[in-house]
Nanobody, 123 residues
Framework: EAQLVESGGGSVQAGGSLRLSCTVSGYTDSSYAMAWFRRAPGKEREGVANVYNDGRTGYSNSVKGRFSISKDNAKNTLYLQMNSLKLEDTAIYYC?????????????????WGQGTQVTVSS
């Protein structure tokens, strides 16, 4: 059974950095697209960054230039480097995987989800 486990969340001051990791187990098929989503309190889950199986990446406008997604196929791990964090980045962050993904930041495109990791940005 495929599983995704996020780690690296925590509390950080505004302007700081965090790196999230998502470890993949149960499958090693690099043809899966992967992404990071987040859900802020009182808001819908939104796509943050994605990487297609051909290596192309995409970002939401709210994080473009500050966040960077990368994937290490040898380690079966997805990363999200988050820099210049803002108060509004506070959310639970989830990683997701999907085999047939057209809209990289579309929630419904992904079939495998992690449990999430909390990121809290304070002033």
């Amino acid at each position: 059974e495929a599983q995704l486990v996020e780690s690296g969340g925590g509390s950080v001051q505004a302007g700081g950095s965090l790196r999230l990791s998502c470890t993949v187990s149960g499958y090693t098929d690099s043809s899966y697209a992967m992404a990071w989503f987040r859900r802020a309190p009182g808001k819908e889950r939104e796509g943050v960054a994605n990487v297609y199986n051909d290596g192309r990446t995409g970002y939401s406008n709210s994080v473009k230039g500050r966040f960077s997604i990368s994937k290490d196929n040898a380690k079966n791990t997805l990363y999200l480097q988050m820099n210049s964090l803002k108060l509004e980045d506070t959310a639970i962050y989830y990683c997701a995987a999907g085999r047939y993904v057209a809209d990289g930041l579309g929630t419904s495109e992904y079939t495998i989800w992690g449990q999430g990791t909390q990121v809290t940005v304070s002033s």
